[in-house]
């Protein structure tokens, strides 16, 4: 019996053997009546060689050396100027519309105001701490408002003042002047 159920099984599988003469006969009849196109490559016109002739000159990509001229900014007798020996405080890294007053506070008489700047950075300024990129410095901080002054450049070497304030309504972006 056993021999019979392995005959059985020897001749079912050699006889199942893979038709694909009709499959092989139909791809090579597609590969002779399919025109092939292939494209000839660009031709790439020559460019004229570039002569570099700055090699005395200073690269780009180093800083210039001290060329021993100071240059000192021109400055008139008798005009403002900002303290530029001071050590600059965190909020004079940004500029007033990256700033918002959140809140104010009283601390043992003392007014406070939390600002917040755009990168999310929250800090707590009281009158004299300075702010923005032009030496503003808080004159005065009142229901939700910081007023302060700050110090433009004219371009002939002195400083104008200008008052300005930030109020708990405004947002980031806003400067009420």
Known sequence: MKLLVVGTL??????????????????????QNTPVNIEPYPEFEDKPTFIYSA????????????????????????CAQPDFARTKQPLEKFGIDALSITGVF?????????????TGGLFKVTKGDYLGLFFGKIDS?????????????DGAGCWQKKQATLTMLSKAGENNV
């Open 106 to 118: 009283t601390s043992n008489g003392k007014k406070w105001a939390l600002v917040q700047s755009n």
């Open 141 to 153: 901080i009142n229901d939700g408002t910081v007023s302060f002054t700050e110090m433009l450049p």
């Open 55 to 78: 090699e005395a000159l200073r690269s780009p990509f180093q800083r210039p050396r001290n060329t021993g001229i100071e240059v000192k900014p021109s400055s008139q007798p008798n």
């Open 10 to 31: 020897v001749l079912a599988l050699s006889s199942c053997d893979a038709k694909i003469d009709d499959l092989q006969v139909y791809i090579a009849e597609i590969k």
